[in-house]
T-cell receptor, first 112, second 113 residues
Framework: KNEVEQSPQNLTAQEGEFITINCSYSVGISALHWLQQHPGGGIVSLFMLSSGKKKHGRLIATINIQEKHSSLHITASHPRDSAVYICAVRSGGPGGAQKLVFGQGTRLTINP | DSGVTQTPKHLITATGQRVTLRCSPRSGDLSVYWYQQSLDQGLQFLIQYYNGEERAKGNILERFSAQQFPDLHSELNLSSLELGDSALYFC????????????FGPGTRLTVT
């Protein structure tokens, strides 16, 4: 079982729909990151959170530490939101070093 | 533009060969991270350097090595290449050493034939 699981793996929706992508993890973490990877391959960091909720424009990220679960929401989705969304958790390694462990990603397609 | 640069953008080489990927972090960032993204494995952390010293190691093969130079740029060396090494290789940089907010480069697409 992967340490970080995302669902769904693929999601197709119509423009304007409310989108939710889920991330569950099984390890202790110091923070969780949501990343966006566009079709060209570039990766952009959307959010980094360790508790509660963060909002940026039409994007909202929440995390529940007790349940080891995070969600990424997109309101009023638009075709330009089409991308792969990747959840990554920051956890400790040997010697106290922190590293990112990634989910498999959710491929989102928004049709006009 | 994240401010992180990677060269080359594309690399095609044959099995058994050796290649070097280069990464220049954002100005002021001391940490460099290397990641591999293959179709079947997704993104995986390979190795981190902080201010010239190895800080953390992930799923990096013995055939792979990296270093960070005094000017803070980093190189990832891949040797005895196999077909399965074909992937996108990203580097990222951050100010801190604890995998804090990272800025990703555009990646190097390696194809091994």
């Amino acid at each position: 079982k992967n340490e970080v699981e995302q669902s769904p793996q693929n999601l197709t929706a119509q423009e304007g729909e409310f989108i939710t992508i889920n991330c569950s993890y099984s390890v202790g973490i110091s923070a969780l990151h949501w990343l966006q990877q566009h079709p060209g391959g570039g990766i952009v960091s959307l959010f980094m959170l360790s508790s509660g909720k963060k909002k940026h424009g039409r994007l909202i990220a929440t995390i529940n530490i007790q349940e080891k679960h995070s969600s990424l929401h997109i309101t009023a989705s638009h075709p330009r939101d089409s991308a792969v969304y990747i959840c990554a958790v920051r956890s400790g390694g040997p010697g106290g070093a922190q590293k990112l462990v990634f989910g498999q990603g959710t491929r989102l397609t928004i049709n006009p | 533009d994240s401010g992180v640069t990677q060269t080359p953008k594309h690399l095609i080489t044959a099995t058994g060969q050796r290649v070097t990927l280069r990464c220049s972090p954002r100005s002021g960032d001391l940490s460099v991270y290397w990641y591999q993204q293959s179709l079947d494995q997704g993104l995986q952390f390979l190795i981190q350097y902080y201010n010239g010293e190895e800080r953390a190691k992930g799923n990096i093969l013995e055939r792979f090595s990296a270093q960070q130079f005094p000017d803070l740029h980093s190189e990832l060396n891949l040797s005895s290449l196999e077909l399965g090494d074909s992937a996108l290789y990203f580097c990222a940089s951050s100010v801190r050493q604890d995998a804090y907010e990272q800025y990703f480069g555009p990646g190097t697409r390696l194809t091994v034939t």
